[in-house]
């Protein structure tokens, strides 16, 4: 099991840039598939982007393609989401997940088993 803890969010207003980090600990980081989610208020957890294992692809949602960036540094064990061009409809808890998984299953939650606890991204004016 690795623990993932999430950091960075907070209160931004539309246009502008936030980056979350994702500490990860207690496991091989660099052989997981790291994916960020997120869950805005009663709706679905959604897949926003993933770094699969190795560092050896990206993959994003069409909502963020071009805005977020997704990136991991195995030799700290931290995966990081940047974040530019912030829209109302980004606001969400993002979560951080580490799994393994065949590529037709990357964007859905269950292909995740470890979670961190999520960080809350407001973005309002």
């Known amino acids: 099991q690795v623990q993932l803890i999430e950091s960075g969010g907070g209160l931004v207003q539309p246009g502008g840039s936030l980056r979350l980090s994702c500490a990860a600990s207690?496991?091989?980081?660099?052989?997981?598939?790291m994916a960020w989610f997120r869950q805005a208020p009663g709706k679905e957890r959604e897949f926003v982007a993933v770094n699969r294992r190795y560092g050896s692809a990206t993959y994003y949602s069409d909502s963020v393609k071009g805005r977020f960036t997704i990136s991991r540094d195995n030799a700290e064990s931290t995966l990081f989401l940047q974040m530019n061009s912030l829209k109302p409809e980004d606001t969400a808890v993002y979560y951080c997940?580490?799994?393994?998984?065949?590529?037709?299953?990357?964007?859905?939650?269950?292909?995740?088993?470890?979670w961190g606890q999520g960080t809350q991204v407001t973005v309002s004016s």
């Open positions: 997940a580490a799994g393994t998984a065949i590529t037709s299953t990357l964007t859905r939650a269950e292909s995740y088993a470890n």
């Open positions: 207690g496991g091989p980081f660099r052989r997981y598939d």
